[in-house]
Nanobody
Framework: EVHLVESGGGLVQAGGSLRLSCATSGFPFVSYTIGWFRQAPGKEREGVSRLSKVDGSTYYADSVKGRFTASNDYANNTQYLQMDSLKPEDTAVYYC?????????????????WGQGTQVTVSS
């Protein structure tokens, strides 16, 4: 059975940092691209980052470029999202997703499995 479990969310002041974790099981981690997404109240889900399974390249939304960093821990089948210089507009529920043939930052672009999300709240 496939599982993706996000953790590490919480309340932080603007300018602070959080590290989210996406612990996975039930599928071959190295064969899947993992992406992070977020959804704020009243808004559509948007892509934040994608780490390619092919060559480990990372792609980020313009709104988080230079502040967020995705990385894989292959020993523990976990992906991390380091979030620095957080802003109030980063407040959202953050989800990780896995796709065997995921190709973009859009939620509909090839992601097969999704986690339940973790809340991130950034106060001003």
């Amino acid at each position: 059975e496939v599982h993706l479990v996000e953790s590490g969310g919480g309340l932080v002041q603007a300018g602070g940092s959080l590290r989210l974790s996406c612990a996975t099981s039930g599928f071959p981690f190295v064969s899947y691209t993992i992406g992070w997404f977020r959804q704020a109240p009243g808004k559509e889900r948007e892509g934040v980052s994608r780490l390619s399974k092919v060559d480990g390249s990372t792609y980020y939304a313009d709104s988080v470029k230079g502040r967020f960093t995705a990385s894989n821990d292959y020993a523990n089948n976990t992906q991390y999202l380091q979030m620095d210089s957080l802003k109030p507009e980063d407040t959202a529920v953050y989800y990780c997703a896995a796709g065997r043939f995921a190709y973009g930052l859009g939620p509909e672009e090839g992601y097969d499995y999704w986690g339940q999300g973790t809340q991130v709240t950034v106060s001003s």
